[in-house]
């Protein structure tokens, strides 16, 4: 099954954020090495929310969970992600996506390519580093340069796409210094080279050369089935695309025809827990932010009503009464109730 639809604007309100903490300006540093998601209050005595993601990549260290729990803030909201993040020879290397900068974009939050200049050596890998950390003036700058941005997150994020290429340069230059001071090897600088070098050829290229590597990213997870995936049905490619110019690659965790409509189902797992954790919830909840504003829905050339399903299941057996007793499922329950998503706990429709 291959699914096609479009968004035209996102209307959303969520429940499950927490309650964020707020650090001044001057303690930015702190912030960033204390929370995950914060509130900055800025020396105008505006403030902003702020998240940011340790890798590039949207699979690693819940980034979807940390942008969710700023949603909720009514000013601006930032997410900081790096241009790449390179953890040594013995790690992994991730790039910057242009369906991370769209998506964001769709969500109305503001996106600070930033880039990592400082680390320590990882103790248990020769080539590996960890406790990776910004260039911290760098971010001031650019947030500095958003409060007073009067157009929306949209143009401010193409905007940011015209220094990828010089800030992927700097990111390059700073793991060089890295690599040298720690004696640690790095992954190949040539490989990294073309990277910046498609980078540098402008926000079309960049657009292109992303989706070819999200389409191959697309193919190869449904081809693929986790261990701790509890599904029945069939995964399925879903290209969103949206009056930004965006096109979204993702893959539906399970797609489901019943009574005529469509199940979109978003699935997560615990094996040990009542529950899955708070912050796979969240990432999940971010797909449930997608699939319930779609409209024009195809799926096998056939135009459909689709239903946002996010299928919750667990190892244990789990009752009624447990659940009462969990706050976070009840907020949960009213996020569905608010938004018009369902929740399937195992087999079980979830009454709400």
């Known amino acids: 099954m291959i699914i096609t639809a479009e968004i035209t604007g996102i209307k959303y309100t969520p429940r499950l954020g927490r309650e964020l903490r707020t650090y001044h300006f001057s303690s930015l540093e702190k912030a960033l090495s ?166 540098s050829k402008g926000k079309e290229n960049f657009m292109a050369f992303s989706r070819r590597l999200a389409k191959k990213a697309q193919l190869r997870e449904i081809a693929t089935n986790q261990p701790k995936e509890r599904l029945s049905g069939i995964k399925a490619p879903i290209i969103i695309r949206n009056y930004l110019g965006g096109a979204y690659f993702f893959t539906v965790d399970e797609a489901r025809l019943q009574n005529g409509k469509l199940l979109l189902i978003e699935g997560k797992h615990t094996k040990n827990n009542r529950l899955p954790s708070l912050e796979d919830i969240k990432d999940g909840l971010l797909k449930m932010i997608l699939y319930t504003n779609l409209t024009n829905v195809v799926a096998n050339s056939r135009k459909m009503e689709s239903v946002a399903v996010l299928l919750l299941t667990t190892g244990t057996s789990v009752n009624d009464v447990q659940l009462s007793r969990d706050e976070n499922f009840e907020r949960l329950k009213e996020e569905a109730r608010s938004n018009g998503f369902l929740i399937m706990l195992n087999d079980k429709y979830v009454k709400l």
């Open 34 to 199: 204390t929370d995950a998601s914060f509130l900055l209050r800025l020396d105008s005595g505006n403030t902003i929310a702020v998240s940011w993601w340790v890798s590039s990549k949207r699979t690693r260290s819940y980034p979807y969970a940390r942008v969710y729990d700023t949603l909720s803030f009514s000013g601006k909201k930032i997410t900081i992600v790096p241009i790449f993040k390179d953890e040594g020879a013995d790690g992994d290397r991730d790039f910057l996506q242009w369906d991370t900068i769209s998506l964001m974009s769709l969500l109305g939050v503001y996106v600070v390519i930033g880039y990592y200049t400082s680390a320590s050596r990882n103790p248990s890998y020769k080539n590996k580093i960890t406790d990776q950390r910004f260039d911290i003036e760098f971010l001031k700058e650019q947030i500095n340069e958003i409060l007073p941005y009067q157009s929306d997150a949209l143009h401010w994020n193409l905007s940011q796409i015209d220094k990828a290429g010089e800030l992927a340069r700097k990111a390059l230059e700073a793991y060089d210094t890295i690599s040298r001071k720690l004696g640690v090897q790095m992954h190949s600088s040539i490989s990294a080279l073309q990277r910046i070098s498609e980078l």
